[in-house]
């Protein structure tokens, strides 16, 4: 019984301004006429915020990383770009482990295995090849299936 605004969206990150590292944004909600929030909880009586899901980013680029993982990944420029410079010293000194840490790497980073060190999110075109990995935990419930 409420209605959000539209949070303000970055063009460059295609993610809310107000996106913080625990991969959460604010949005002011209003509540509808005749409803009023418990005193303490909004703003005021009508007005309060809410956390949305979005993807934190700091800046790295995901075709950046592609690229110079393609074309650079010898000399551990790839690592050294997302924040891994041991990784990236030593794929400098052994020629990117002989080339098979490079064709590792490649295919890590096109996969977006290997993310920014930091845990964020890379910055991805918004018609770009986002790729979200379906994990299975205890709260996953498996739907039992019809016999035929």
């Not at 005749?34 to 303490?40: E, H, I, R």
């Not at 909880?41 to 790295?60: A, L």
Request: glycine share 8%; charged share 20%; proline share 5%.
């Amino acid at each position: 019984m409420y209605l959000c605004l539209q949070p303000d969206i970055d063009p460059n990150t295609q993610q809310p301004r107000s996106c913080q590292k625990n991969n959460t944004a604010k949005v002011y909600c209003k509540t509808i006429d005749k409803l009023v929030c418990k005193p303490g909880t909004g703003i005021n009586e009508t007005i309060f915020e809410k956390d949305i899901e979005c993807e934190y980013t700091s800046g790295y680029r995901y075709e950046t990383a592609l690229l110079l993982s393609l074309f650079l990944g010898m000399f551990g420029i790839d690592r050294f770009y997302l924040g891994y410079p041991a990784i990236g010293l030593a794929k400098l000194c052994t020629l990117g482990f002989m080339f098979l840490g490079q064709l590792i790497d490649i295919i890590l980073i096109a996969l977006q295995v290997v993310g920014p060190a930091d845990g964020s999110h890379y910055i991805i075109s918004y018609f770009g090849p986002k790729l979200t990995i379906l994990r299975k935990d205890n709260d996953t419930f498996i739907m039992p299936q019809d016999d035929w």
